[in-house]
């Protein structure tokens, strides 16, 4: 076999598909491989360079590989998709995988470490557990709704709903029908406790963990954004800038720009929803009365909110929480707060 230069990968979780070129870009190797076989292969072949779609299992696959001497890169599915021709198959996603890993303008997404990705099971966990949460309080209070028995939303009304399933007070609701929804209430039961579980979790981690507790200084973000962030960028130096950070996470506005016109729209929701949401959560919280002029924008933020609506002013607060979060992370540096406008010096 001719010495091979770069190879694209297609992973899947039993077939694999390998396309393999020269330094001459001749193609050397096609070849489909199960999931047994690929390590050995790579084992036997002379280092070089691979190309793998970030997706499921990806990183485990590239540390395996890494492992084996070869240098591996991760590329976002969205950078390989202009490199497939016409047909979509394994074959074609190996070869488009094999081209677009050796463009020199390529963008290649991070290896996570085995904690960071630790971490980022604790955190979709949490979410997947609150959702479900969210699914059984929603149908309990839509099924008691249908006997008459209303109930305000959240949490606190779910309370309600659940003493008066217990206590068997309210005589509308058939007690065949109270047996059924106290079995929900046995499953909310169980996920409260899981979901408080994780949160211990995560907050014991958080104690250990320095720059998770430097990020937490900033005012919107707590011990769930820290560790959420650390989680998904590491050390955060993949990014160039700040905002670059925060145009990955979809913070910024979309362009839709020709003729040396610059057209800006709404945000572009790129990058990690997840994390996006919990900037934004964190941003809205600042709405409330005295923490508008202690958030990460200060004065800027108090005029803004006085010219804008309050969800585009938390956007874009959450927008420059991500880019202090981004400098804190790749300086090594503690938050320290704006300075006050002297009016409120003067107030306080």
């Given at each position: 076999m001719?010495?091979i230069?770069t190879?694209?990968?297609?992973?899947?979780?039993?077939?694999?598909?390998v396309?393999g070129?020269?330094d001459?870009?001749?193609?050397?190797?096609?070849?489909?491989?199960?999931?047994?076989?690929?390590?050995e292969?790579?084992?036997?072949?002379?280092?070089?360079?691979?190309?793998?779609?970030?997706?499921?299992?990806?990183?485990?696959?590239?540390?395996?590989?890494?492992?084996?001497?070869?240098?591996?890169?991760?590329?976002?599915?969205?950078?390989?998709?202009?490199?497939?021709?016409?047909?979509?198959?394994?074959?074609?996603?190996?070869?488009?995988?094999?081209?677009?890993?050796?463009?020199?303008?390529?963008?290649?997404?991070?290896?996570?470490?085995?904690?960071?990705?630790?971490?980022?099971?604790?955190?979709r966990?949490?979410?997947?557990?609150?959702?479900?949460r969210i699914?059984?309080?929603n149908?309990?209070?839509?099924h008691?709704?249908?006997?008459?028995?209303?109930f305000?939303?959240?949490?606190?009304?779910?309370?309600?709903?659940i003493?008066?399933?217990?206590?068997?007070k309210?005589?509308?609701?058939?007690?065949?029908?109270?047996?059924?929804?106290?079995?929900l209430?046995?499953?909310?039961?169980?996920?409260?406790?899981?979901?408080k579980?994780?949160?211990?979790?995560?907050?014991?981690?958080?104690?250990t963990?320095?720059?998770?507790?430097?990020?937490?200084?900033?005012?919107?973000?707590?011990?769930?954004?820290?560790?959420?962030?650390?989680?998904?960028?590491?050390?955060?130096k993949?990014?160039?800038?700040?905002?670059e950070?925060?145009a990955?996470?979809?913070?910024?506005?979309?362009?839709?720009?020709?003729?040396?016109?610059?057209?800006?729209?709404?945000?572009?929701?790129?990058?990690?929803p997840?994390?996006?949401?919990?900037f934004?959560?964190?941003?809205?919280?600042?709405?409330?009365?005295?923490?508008?002029?202690?958030?990460?924008?200060?004065?800027?933020?108090?005029s803004?909110?006085?010219?804008?609506?309050?969800?585009?002013?938390?956007?874009?607060?959450a927008?420059?929480?991500?880019?202090?979060?981004?400098?804190?992370?790749?300086?090594?540096?503690?938050?320290?707060?704006?300075?006050?406008?002297?009016?409120?010096?003067?107030?306080?």
């Amino acid at each position: 076999m001719k010495e091979i230069s770069t190879i694209g990968l297609d992973i899947a979780k039993r077939v694999f598909q390998v396309h393999g070129i020269d330094d001459r870009g001749r193609v050397v190797v096609r070849k489909k491989l199960s999931r047994n076989e690929l390590l050995e292969w790579f084992g036997k072949i002379a280092p070089c360079l691979v190309g793998i779609e970030s997706c499921a299992t990806s990183t485990y696959w590239a540390r395996e590989i890494g492992a084996l001497g070869h240098n591996v890169k991760l590329i976002p599915p969205s950078y390989v998709k202009p490199y497939v021709r016409r047909q979509k198959n394994d074959r074609v996603d190996a070869e488009a995988i094999c081209e677009a890993v050796g463009r020199p303008s390529m963008r290649f997404v991070t290896l996570k470490t085995i904690e960071q990705q630790a971490i980022q099971v604790l955190h979709r966990s949490r979410s997947l557990l609150i959702t479900q949460r969210i699914q059984l309080v929603n149908a309990l209070r839509a099924h008691m709704a249908e006997f008459g028995v209303i109930f305000p939303q959240g949490l606190a009304g779910a309370a309600l709903a659940i003493k008066t399933l217990k206590e068997g007070k309210d005589k509308s609701i058939p007690a065949f029908a109270q047996n059924v929804l106290l079995s929900l209430v046995s499953q909310l039961e169980h996920l409260r406790q899981e979901i408080k579980k994780l949160d211990q979790q995560m907050m014991a981690w958080h104690k250990t963990n320095a720059d998770s507790q430097r990020l937490a200084t900033v005012p919107g973000i707590g011990h769930v954004t820290a560790s959420a962030v650390l989680a998904a960028i590491g050390d955060g130096k993949q990014f160039n800038s700040a905002r670059e950070f925060a145009a990955w996470l979809g913070l910024v506005p979309r362009q839709n720009s020709s003729g040396g016109k610059d057209c800006l729209g709404r945000i572009s929701k790129k990058g990690d929803p997840y994390l996006r949401r919990l900037f934004v959560t964190g941003a809205t919280t600042q709405l409330r009365g005295s923490h508008r002029d202690k958030t990460v924008g200060g004065a800027w933020f108090s005029s803004l909110l006085r010219r804008k609506a309050a969800r585009v002013a938390s956007v874009a607060l959450a927008n420059k929480m991500a880019r202090v979060a981004w400098a804190l992370l790749t300086k090594g540096q503690a938050y320290r707060p704006a300075p006050l406008p002297r009016s409120i010096e003067a107030a306080a």
